[in-house]
Nanobody, 124 residues
Framework: QVQLVESGGGLVQAGGSLGLSCVVS????????MGWFRQAPGKEREFVAA????????DYADSVKGRFTVARDNAKKTVYVQMNSLKPEDTAVYYC?????????????????WGQGTQVTVSS
């Protein structure tokens, strides 16, 4: 199995920044890429960003493009998302996920493993 553990969530004022990390452990040999998703109360889980382990290719949701940056450290099996210029609408539980699919995906059903989530709250 694969285990994912997110960290770095917290409370920040609008316009501020937060960085989230996700450490991957276990049987990671078959994973291709990592995704970040978020879910606000009463809303569906939505795609935020993705990155491939192999090439570092990235993908971003339009809502975060230009504000969020995703990166990875293959040696440490860690993915990171730097969130800048945060808005109240960014408030959500943020999840990292691992996929065995070849190619990046923005779809929740194409991810096989999920972390427990970390709360990000942006106050106005």
């Amino acid at each position: 199995q694969v285990q994912l553990v997110e960290s770095g969530g917290g409370l920040v004022q609008a316009g501020g920044s937060l960085g989230l990390s996700c450490v991957v452990s276990g049987r990671t040999f078959s994973t291709y890429g990592m995704g970040w998703f978020r879910q606000a109360p009463g809303k569906e889980r939505e795609f935020v960003a993705a990155i491939s382990w192999g090439t570092g290719s990235t993908d971003y949701a339009d809502s975060v493009k230009g504000r969020f940056t995703v990166a990875r450290d293959n040696a440490k099996k860690t993915v990171y998302v730097q969130m800048n210029s945060l808005k109240p609408e960014d408030t959500a539980v943020y999840y990292c996920a691992a996929s065995t699919r070849i190619g990046l995906s923005s779809k929740t059903y194409e991810y096989n493993y999920w972390g427990q989530g970390t709360q990000v709250t942006v106050s106005s």
